[in-house]
């Protein structure tokens, strides 16, 4: 059962749009990040960094 089409704005806080997938980092790559973010932060700094390189990426693609 999802949230999406079942969402009441009495419930709390709307859902986020996100999905869920797993990701194996290098040994100590996790503990590094969160000496710089801390740990309650891990998430949203990875898909902040991914967000960007995503687009660099493209860009680059698109001078090609």
Known sequence: MGFAGSYDESMGR???N???TNVRL?????ERID??????RRAGFIREVLEREVERMEKEQGKA
Not at 26 to 30: D, I
Not at 35 to 40: A, D, E, I, M
């Open 26 to 30: 290098p040994e100590g790559l996790g």
């Open 35 to 40: 000496k710089l973010v801390g740990t309650k």
């Open 18 to 20: 996100l999905r869920s």
């Open 14 to 16: 709307p859902p986020l």
